[in-house]
């Protein structure tokens, strides 16, 4: 499960998700809400996280990953 494919399912379809993943209180929530705690939880049980973009690094050294 990815960021590309959670952006394109409806809000529905998402708390359909978060619901099989035994998110709690994802009903109510934003689209935006729900697909970071469908990602956080998703993280969190399998200890990893990927994303893709064009990684932009600014002078000061911080990096946004723009999707």
């Known amino acids: 499960m990815d960021l590309g494919m ?3 399912l409806a809000v529905p379809e ?3 998700v978060a619901k099989e993943m035994k ?6 929530l934003k ?3 729900i697909i970071f705690k469908v990602l956080q939880t998703q993280a ?3 200890g990893s996280m990927s ?5 932009e690094i600014l002078p000061d050294g911080f990096g946004f ?3």
């Open 6 to 8: 959670l952006k394109r």
């Open 31 to 33: 689209k935006q809400e």
């Open 44 to 46: 969190e049980r399998n």
């Open 65 to 67: 990953l723009r999707s």
């Open 51 to 55: 994303g893709s973009g064009v990684l």
């Open 14 to 16: 998402l708390t359909h």
């Open 23 to 28: 998110i709690e209180g994802a009903v109510g």
